[in-house]
């Protein structure tokens, strides 16, 4: 693993990176996987680096859907395997309800056991998804399989970094959907019930609290309603506050030029 | 190579990542180098996935020093040459004074040796920069390392998604420096005397065109100057336009809420 100086104005990212990097290596993260973490690494800058408000509300949503759930279920792929482990377990202890699915995009079923494997390492005791066996309609190939105990039954469905096809689909056969996904204008995002529109370690850190919290709380028996569409317009504007505040600051900041060492002598 | 729907909204992308996920299983492109591809793949979708008008000046402006400057030299690292060969191949026809140079953030001898011949095999007959002797002051271990008949002596060097800590080091020393970034908040990007904000293959083919027109006009002298302040301005100014535009459609777009197929019937 290549080694970056502690100097270096963004270390934190590059050593999550160089983590994934490893990932890949091990064959629990696909290559286009990487590519998917710097469209989320990219709208994570953009977004500040840290939960919103309305992020934050979303997350309290989903809490409260996933405790009211009969058969709540967590769909994970490769990335999510690799990047949350511990914070999905934590999930599951706050939540016993809750199964975990794994659900890849690209499938085979070495990085299926692969991804079970990190999950089990990181304390999840039950995973579904080894062996699906339900197809989901309107999806195609293999894509389109979950497990009849896990998302085939399931009334809410908790999906983090997921493709919009799939959560598209999972909506129209009737599903409850909550999405962490840090492009407010993905078609995950915008299919979803819920979309939660932060950092997925961030976010299942806070929904596990939440969770907790709302477990204390006197029982629900239904979904309180949640609005998506306003949720997705609040991160909107976060970034674009962000953008105006940058476009002050390093407008009017870019470096003096330096003196030429060189002037050019071409074609005088 | 997985394949992919046609029908998938994202197919032409979709090729791509699995193109560069090729150059990662030959050794041309490294992990890190697939997720800086989704950093820019995110500013290019707010971007709007076109040249904008600003880009395009800063294009020609761009093309104006390459044909004025002594010793211009094209810095390439391993996405570069993955995902851009023939255009650079083209961009050295149109200005035979052009010296290409391979520079890698993750350096080995097996790398650059992949990436010249990745170069070469698209049609450059020259690559430099494979036993790099000159050191740029201020970059830690080979990072620092460059060809005393590249960009050792360059006057001025274009570089094409480039790290900020590198691109900071060349104006330091005196370098001008055009820069190909699709994020205008980059240190890339602010360093640079001309920041092109603009994905890679479309500013590299129009590079090459407005290189072509600018020689055939009565030669230049001097380096005209550019704005590059105002040049990251108006790509802000585009990306915050497009979402409040996405904003305005999107919001009110929500899917409606299918029949739901289990209500909740758990802690009655």
Chains 1, 2 share one sequence.
Do not use: C
């Not at 079970?116 to 309609?137: D, I, N």
């Not at 896990?150 to 799939?166: H, K, N, S, W, Y």
């Not at 979309?195 to 709302?214: F, I």
């Amino acid at each position: 693993m290549t080694r970056f100086p502690r100097s270096h104005p963004r270390y934190r990212s590059l050593v999550i990176r160089a983590r994934l990097a490893d990932a890949l290596r091990t064959g629990l993260v696909v290559p286009e996987g990487l590519i998917a973490h710097g469209r989320a690494e990219a709208f994570d800058y953009l977004l500040g680096e840290r939960t919103s408000a309305s992020a934050s509300k979303a997350i309290q949503a989903a809490a409260r859907w996933l405790v009211v759930a009969r058969f709540p279920v967590i769909s994970v792929n490769g990335n999510v395997a690799a990047l949350a482990g511990p914070e999905i377990a934590e999930l599951v202890r706050a939540l016993p309800t809750l199964s975990v699915e794994v659900n890849l995009f690209h499938r085979t079923p070495g990085r299926a056991a692969r991804v079970a494997a990190r999950l089990r390492a990181a304390g999840v005791s039950q995973v579904l998804g080894l062996h699906p066996t339900v197809r989901v309609p309107g999806l195609p190939s293999d894509r389109g399989l979950v497990d009849r105990r896990g998302i085939a039954r399931a009334d809410v469905v908790l999906v983090p970094l997921e493709d919009g096809d799939r959560t598209q689909a999972l909506r129209r056969i009737g599903k409850r959907v909550i999405a962490i996904d840090l492009n407010p204008l993905s078609r995950t995002s915008v299919a979803a019930d819920i979309p939660v529109v932060d950092e997925l370690g961030r976010a299942l850190g806070r929904l596990a609290r939440e969770v907790r919290a709302e477990r204390r709380r006197p029982q629900r028996r239904s979904y309180p309603a949640f609005d998506g569409a306003a949720a997705r317009a609040d991160a909107l504007a976060t970034i674009n506050r962000r953008l105006a505040t940058a476009l002050d600051r390093r407008g009017s900041r870019a470096a003096p030029a330096p003196p030429r060492t060189r002037p050019a002598r071409r074609r005088r």
